[in-house]
């Protein structure tokens, strides 16, 4: 299983973009499908997630400005993300895992910028 993530690119503050992950493999190998972001100098840090329960949780960083989805018969997740900050600005990169078999990949990111 692959990830790859696309969509990235420079948006003005209040905009919004949307990010999309391609699963190329078996979608249903993955029970776990999650955004992460790495800030210029900081740490990468979660964004959002659909938990192997099906639930979607956010950061609380991005609650109701950013909306996950995942659609498996297109083998892709997506992160809608409205109201963009320069805070938000970050490389994002898309996540797979499974909970049972310890597979655990992660796409190649996608820079996004949010100018003020």
């Known amino acids: 299983v692959q990830l790859q993530a696309s969509g990235g690119g420079l948006v003005q503050a209040g905009g919004s973009l949307r990010l999309s992950c391609a699963v190329s493999?078996?979608?249903?190998?993955?029970?776990?499908m999650g955004w992460y972001r790495q800030a210029p100098g900081k740490q990468r840090e979660f964004v959002a997630a659909?938990?192997?329960?099906?639930?979607?949780v956010y950061a609380d960083s991005v609650k109701g400005r950013f909306t996950i989805s995942r659609d498996n018969a297109r083998n892709s997740m997506s992160l809608q993300m409205n109201s963009l900050q320069p805070e938000d600005t970050a490389v994002y990169y898309c996540?797979?895992?499974?909970?049972?078999?310890?597979?655990?990949?992660w796409g190649q990111g996608t820079l996004v910028t949010v100018s003020s």
């Open positions: 996540n797979g895992q499974s909970t049972g078999t310890g597979l655990n990949v």
């Open positions: 493999g078996n979608i249903f190998s993955i029970n776990y």
């Open positions: 659909v938990t192997p329960a099906g639930s979607n």
